[in-house]
């Protein structure tokens, strides 16, 4: 199966993601970006508000809630 890439720029998927919040029970999206450095390039899968085109098909606050 192909695994989602949440993060484009910095290559993280999907399970990786998950995994970071399930083993260090992380609820804040900061938090979220300092330990995968998600988020840090062109920012666009963060939130869909910081893709306003939906290049993205899953963001950062949508694995959070
Ligand atoms: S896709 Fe995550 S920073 Fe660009």
Not at 20 to 46: P, R, S
């Amino acid at each position: 199966m192909e695994e989602i890439e949440v993060c484009v720029c910095k290559r993280i998927t999907l399970s990786e993601i998950l995994q970071v919040i399930d083993e260090e029970g992380i609820k804040e999206l900061e938090t979220l970006i300092e330990k995968t450095k998600a988020g840090t390039v062109c920012k666009m899968c963060i939130s869909p508000e910081e893709d306003p085109y939906g290049e993205r098909d899953i963001h950062l606050t949508e694995l959070l809630k």
